[in-house]
């Protein structure tokens, strides 16, 4: 059975940082690339950014994040980070990890409030 568990979550100030955690679990998670994703209040889910494995240089991210998140992960431990610096404002919105191919099965997310 397919799990997924987000945490790390918060409220920041703006230029404030967060590491978010997500373990996974009812898949071989070393095979697969994995993928963080957020959903502003109102908007769509939207990719944020994507690692296949510990040792690929190539670590895909949405543009509104380059230079500030940088994702990683422990396949020892089903897990893949996302390091968040500098968060801004419209970086609000509850964040979730899924790996590629997308599963139908959906943590509940972590919410990542950024406001003076």
């Known amino acids: 059975q397919v799990q997924i568990v987000e945490s790390g979550g918060g409220l920041v100030q703006p230029g404030g940082s967060l590491r978010l955690s997500c373990v996974a679990s009812g898949f071989t998670f070393k095979n697969f690339p994995m993928t963080w994703y957020r959903q502003a209040p109102g908007k769509e889910r939207e990719f944020v950014a994507q690692?296949?494995?510990?040792?690929?240089?190539?670590?895909d991210y949405a543009d509104f994040v380059k230079g500030r998140f940088t994702i990683d992960r422990d396949d020892a431990k089903n897990t893949v980070y996302l390091q968040m610096h500098n968060l801004q404002p419209e970086d609000t919105g509850v964040y979730y990890c899924?790996?590629?191919?997308?599963?139908?099965?959906w943590g509940q997310g972590t919410q990542v409030t950024v406001s003076s």
């Open positions: 690692l296949a494995s510990p040792t690929t240089v190539n670590r």
């Open positions: 899924n790996r590629y191919p997308i599963l139908s099965v």
